[in-house]
């Protein structure tokens, strides 16, 4: 017998029942069987029937519904719907009640910026979506929960969250999320579709007619986020996710990294309350830093200080600082930075967890692709490939254009796997050929600026990076100086102490052009080191002189470089080094200077001109006649000093590429200061004129700030008060750029003089 039951209207399914149970009591009936018949007929028992007529079995298993269905006569339609009924009351008994609800929480603070972009986004009339993205435990639900907060208003229809477990090994399937966004939007569970594409028809008519605010929140990827996006105007869905679902197509996108540093130490003194963090101003900041401002981090510390109220917030400095328990420590509860970032981990295959993991091998702060092949032993361009599916992971940052960063926590974490997974043997190869690559690499790049038959660099495993012109030279040097000088310790551990010498050595007439790099100080220091473990003596005290002159120039450690360069001066009396003899004096007058001992300067300024005479270094006899001519202008000789460097103006001092502008440049600053030292107002306005203008290069910032001041006081002799505030406006920005703080408040404080047109400066 066949029944004509097609459809269980919702407002007959007693309370307690189920569609599937009003529609099978219904064909039962009209087959005229009793419940034992039925049973009989079908093989389930007397109280499974019974159970589930009442709603007690929401949702039975197919081959039950087979069984039913054969035993009273269905046709193929009426077997669609009782097995459509079935599905739906298993997906409604799985369905969460009430609905998933974000979370807020009272001490939520910063992402001002964020929230505006998401209130403009969700208020707006174009942008029906918006993807909020981010590494792990940067606080995108909680995020997500404030902009829900503060926009309940504007969506009259209400607010719907999912949470699809994306970072999980079973995320959410579409047609399931879709049951749960339909349940939660008012659609009966019986009229909700089997079919999945009618489901997403039926879930965007759904929303097509009203404005609510959907969130989807842990979002795996694309194409399990697709069809939970609206296609009308009206309502707005946020998806939050550790990747940017570059695919999805018609969203906006809004990257959440760490928070600020003011943000951060507000943060965890909401949680901890004014009487834990007054006074510890110092140790919160220094909690912040070891947290890397990651929200997460900081709640955990935040959350642990709470819970031990004798602790102070130095105690946990002292515990965090320590880099191999950084992460054991980050732990509050349930809540773990490191099973935070392993859940990302999980996803990754073999080939990008090995990248990642050797990656925090590299020194510096961030890396570029072709240092990270080298790490992996890869193709360059499927090094990048993966570099930015890293990115996209949240396991990385791209701080610039082709640079990768890993955050602090991450290469804990990545340093923790490669202890774990790779051999000693093999990470110190990788180590070793690192090194090896990135100071051969620094080597041929520094060649660029060398004198005509400057060597090779030596051969290596891995070609090394040669640049096509001395600009990308340049950009090469500054973007990875971090990596080659903390490869400097690696090679020197390994003994390659001749080719520590080999790029000290090329890379000696870079360092001018940016003397105030402090890895000159680590360079030239190894390079002394392997100068005196290979017994070359003459070359250690070469070394030992470019040491001197990056403690002078570029950190103004006059002392140290005293201390070096007389050093360096023995050393070169030994071996009857002249060349290097002339050096030392040289650095020794520019100590001096710095001591203010001008007229010791003055006697080793003109030694040293006496000795790079003899030797007919040209370049050398330059350096110390401009220091000769301005240790004799600081010892009142300023007229003397003038005749001296107007002489040396115009003079080559050889080959080396671009050398003969940078003494220029010394020099015409050094007559400006002559002319100051002699009152001569307006011949020095205009001399220090001709110092100003040419001056771009970034090694030239310091010079630069220096003649701005000059000129400043010139001018203001002059009576042009205007131009000199301007100038010394100028040159107190240059010395903020290049760490100069003593000479940038002394600036700060000759703009007050001028009348306050500084206001602000103090600020900076």
Same mark, same amino acid.
């Given at each position: 017998?066949?029944?004509?039951?097609?459809?269980? /209207?919702?407002?007959? +399914?007693?309370?307690?029942?189920?569609?599937?149970?009003?529609?099978?009591?219904?064909?039962?009936?009209?087959?005229?069987?009793?419940?034992?018949?039925?049973?009989?007929?079908?093989?389930?028992?007397?109280?499974?029937?019974?159970?589930?007529?009442?709603?007690?079995?929401?949702?039975?298993?197919?081959?039950?519904?087979?069984?039913?269905?054969?035993?009273?006569?269905? !046709?193929?339609?009426?077997?669609?719907?009782?097995?459509?009924?079935?599905?739906?009351?298993?997906?409604?008994?799985?369905?969460?009640?009430?609905?998933?609800?974000?979370?807020?929480? /009272?001490?939520?603070?910063?992402? $001002?910026?964020?929230?505006?972009?998401?209130?403009?986004?969700?208020?707006?009339?174009?942008? %029906?979506?918006?993807?909020?993205?981010?590494?792990?435990?940067?606080?995108?639900?909680?995020?997500?929960?404030?902009?829900?907060?503060?926009?309940?208003?504007?969506?009259?229809?209400?607010?719907?969250?999912?949470?699809?477990?994306?970072?999980?090994?079973? /995320?959410?399937?579409?047609?399931?999320?879709?049951?749960?966004?339909?349940?939660?939007?008012?659609?009966?569970?019986?009229?909700?579709?089997? !079919?999945?594409?009618?489901?997403?028809?039926?879930?965007?008519?759904?929303?097509?007619?009203?404005?609510?605010?959907?969130?989807? !929140?842990?979002?795996?990827?694309?194409?399990?986020?697709?069809?939970?996006?609206?296609?009308?105007?009206?309502?707005?869905?946020?998806?939050?996710?550790?990747?940017?679902?570059?695919?999805?197509?018609?969203?906006?996108?809004?990257?959440?990294?760490?928070? *600020?540093?003011?943000?951060?130490?507000?943060?965890?003194?909401?949680?901890?309350?004014?009487?834990?963090?007054?006074?510890?101003?110092?140790?919160?900041?220094?909690?912040?830093?070891?947290?890397?401002?990651?929200?997460?981090?900081?709640?955990?510390?935040?959350?642990?200080?709470?819970?031990?109220?004798?602790?102070?917030?130095?105690?946990?400095?002292?515990?965090?600082?320590?880099?191999?328990?950084?992460?054991?420590?980050?732990?509050?509860?349930?809540?773990?930075?490191?099973?935070?970032?392993?859940?990302?981990?999980?996803?990754?295959?073999?080939?990008?967890?090995?990248?990642?993991?050797?990656?925090?091998?590299?020194?510096?702060?961030?890396?570029?692709?072709?240092?990270?092949?080298?790490?992996?032993?890869?193709?360059?361009?499927?090094?990048? !490939?993966?570099?930015?599916?890293?990115?996209? $992971?949240?396991?990385?940052? &791209?701080?610039?254009?082709?640079?990768?960063?890993?955050?602090?926590? +991450? @290469?804990?974490?990545?340093?923790?796997?490669?202890?774990?997974?790779?051999?000693?043997?093999?990470?110190? &190869?990788? %180590?070793?050929?690192?090194?090896?690559?990135?100071?051969?690499?620094?080597?041929?790049?520094?060649?660029?600026?060398?004198?005509?038959?400057?060597?090779?660099?030596?051969?290596?495993?891995?070609?090394?990076?040669?640049?096509?012109?001395?600009?990308?030279?340049?950009?090469?040097?500054?973007?990875?100086?971090?990596?080659?000088?903390?490869?400097?310790?690696?090679?020197?551990?390994?003994?390659?102490?001749?080719?520590?010498?080999?790029?000290?050595?090329?890379?000696?007439?870079?360092?001018?052009?940016?003397? @105030?790099?402090?890895?000159?100080?680590?360079?030239?220091?190894?390079?002394? %080191?392997?100068?005196?473990?290979?017994?070359?003596?003459?070359?250690?005290?070469?070394?030992?002189?470019?040491? =001197?002159?990056?403690?002078?120039?570029?950190?103004?450690?006059?002392?140290?470089?005293?201390?070096?360069?007389?050093?360096?001066?023995?050393?070169?009396?030994?071996?009857?080094?002249?060349?290097?003899?002339?050096?030392?004096?040289?650095?020794?007058?520019?100590?001096?200077?710095?001591? *203010?001992?001008? =007229?010791?300067?003055?006697?080793?300024?003109?030694?040293?001109?006496?000795?790079? &005479?003899?030797?007919?270094?040209?370049?050398?006899?330059?350096?110390?006649?401009?220091?000769?001519?301005?240790?004799?202008?600081?010892?009142?000789?300023?007229?003397?000093?003038?005749?001296?460097?107007?002489?040396?103006?115009?003079?080559?001092?050889?080959?080396?590429?671009?050398?003969?502008?940078?003494?220029?440049?010394?020099?015409?600053?050094?007559?400006? *200061?002559?002319?100051?030292?002699?009152?001569?107002?307006?011949?020095?306005?205009?001399?220090?004129?001709?110092?100003?203008?040419?001056?771009?290069?970034?090694?030239?910032?310091?010079?630069?700030?220096?003649?701005?001041?000059?000129?400043?006081?010139?001018?203001?002799?002059?009576?042009?008060?205007?131009?000199?505030?301007?100038?010394?406006? @100028?040159?107190?920005?240059?010395?903020?750029?290049?760490?100069?703080?003593?000479?940038?408040?002394?600036?700060?404080?000759?703009?007050?003089?001028?009348?306050?047109?500084?206001?602000?400066?103090?600020? &900076?």
């Amino acid at each position: 017998m066949t029944s004509h039951v097609s459809e269980v /209207p919702q407002s007959e +399914v007693p309370q307690g029942g189920t569609a599937f149970g009003v529609m099978l009591r219904s064909l039962r009936r009209a087959a005229r069987l009793t419940l034992e018949e039925l049973s009989e007929a079908s093989g389930v028992s007397v109280r499974a029937l019974g159970d589930l007529e009442r709603g007690r079995s929401r949702g039975p298993q197919r081959r039950t519904v087979e069984a039913l269905a054969g035993a009273l006569h269905l !046709d193929a339609e009426q077997r669609e719907r009782l097995q459509r009924l079935a599905d739906t009351g298993r997906e409604r008994a799985a369905a969460p009640a009430p609905p998933y609800l974000l979370r807020t929480v /009272p001490d939520f603070t910063g992402r $001002r910026q964020e929230l505006a972009d998401l209130e403009a986004l969700a208020t707006g009339t174009r942008t %029906r979506a918006a993807v909020l993205f981010g590494p792990g435990g940067q606080g995108k639900t909680t995020l997500a929960a404030e902009a829900v907060r503060r926009l309940s208003g504007s969506f009259p229809d209400g607010s719907v969250c999912v949470q699809l477990h994306g970072m999980s090994e079973a /995320p959410l399937p579409p047609a399931e999320a879709l049951v749960l966004l339909l349940t939660a939007l008012g659609q009966p569970p019986d009229r909700i579709p089997v !079919d999945p594409v009618a489901r997403e028809a039926l879930y965007r008519t759904t929303l097509a007619g009203r404005r609510a605010l959907i969130v989807l !929140d842990d979002a795996a990827d694309e194409a399990l986020t697709r069809p939970l996006l609206p296609d009308a105007e009206g309502s707005f869905v946020l998806v939050t996710s550790r990747r940017p679902l570059a695919g999805l197509e018609g969203v906006r996108r809004i990257r959440l990294g760490g928070l *600020s540093g003011g943000e951060s130490a507000r943060l965890l003194e909401r949680i901890l309350g004014a009487p834990r963090t007054d006074g510890q101003s110092e140790a919160i900041t220094r909690l912040t830093e070891l947290c890397g401002h990651l929200p997460l981090a900081l709640r955990i510390v935040g959350n642990r200080l709470s819970s031990r109220p004798s602790w102070t917030p130095a105690r946990l400095v002292e515990q965090l600082a320590d880099e191999e328990r950084r992460l054991s420590g980050l732990v509050a509860g349930d809540l773990a930075v490191r099973s935070a970032l392993a859940l990302s981990w999980s996803q990754l295959t073999d080939e990008h967890r090995r990248l990642l993991r050797r990656l925090a091998l590299a020194p510096g702060h961030d890396t570029g692709p072709e240092l990270a092949s080298v790490l992996t032993a890869e193709d360059p361009s499927a090094t990048e !490939d993966s570099l930015d599916l890293l990115v996209d $992971r949240g396991l990385l940052e &791209e701080t610039a254009p082709g640079r990768y960063a890993l955050h602090d926590l +991450v @290469r804990l974490f990545a340093r923790e796997q490669l202890d774990a997974e790779e051999p000693e043997s093999v990470v110190r &190869e990788v %180590r070793l050929r690192m090194a090896d690559w990135l100071l051969r690499s620094a080597s041929a790049a520094g060649r660029r600026f060398e004198a005509p038959g400057a060597p090779q660099p030596w051969p290596g495993e891995v070609p090394a990076f040669t640049p096509r012109s001395a600009q990308a030279a340049e950009e090469w040097l500054t973007a990875e100086r971090a990596n080659w000088a903390g490869a400097l310790p690696v090679l020197f551990a390994a003994d390659r102490h001749a080719e520590i010498l080999h790029v000290s050595r090329t890379l000696y007439w870079f360092s001018d052009r940016w003397g @105030r790099w402090p890895e000159w100080r680590s360079l030239f220091s190894y390079g002394a %080191r392997s100068a005196a473990a290979l017994g070359d003596r003459a070359a250690e005290a070469h070394q030992l002189n470019c040491l =001197a002159w990056a403690h002078s120039v570029g950190a103004s450690q006059y002392e140290r470089a005293e201390q070096l360069a007389r050093q360096a001066l023995d050393l070169a009396s030994e071996t009857g080094d002249l060349d290097q003899q002339a050096w030392a004096w040289s650095y020794i007058s520019g100590a001096c200077m710095g001591l *203010s001992r001008p =007229a010791e300067a003055a006697k080793a300024a003109a030694r040293a001109t006496r000795l790079f &005479e003899e030797t007919g270094d040209s370049a050398g006899k330059a350096v110390s006649q401009r220091v000769l001519g301005k240790a004799l202008r600081e010892s009142g000789r300023a007229a003397e000093a003038l005749t001296l460097h107007r002489a040396l103006l115009g003079t080559s001092v050889g080959d080396v590429p671009g050398l003969d502008a940078y003494v220029e440049a010394l020099l015409r600053y050094e007559i400006a *200061s002559d002319l100051l030292a002699l009152e001569r107002w307006p011949e020095a306005v205009a001399a220090y004129r001709t110092v100003t203008t040419p001056l771009s290069h970034g090694g030239l910032d310091r010079l630069q700030a220096q003649s701005l001041t000059g000129l400043a006081t010139a001018l203001r002799h002059c009576g042009d008060l205007k131009e000199a505030r301007e100038h010394l406006s @100028r040159a107190h920005a240059l010395f903020l750029s290049v760490g100069d703080v003593l000479s940038a408040q002394r600036t700060a404080a000759e703009i007050e003089e001028l009348g306050g047109a500084g206001r602000g400066v103090g600020a &900076e």
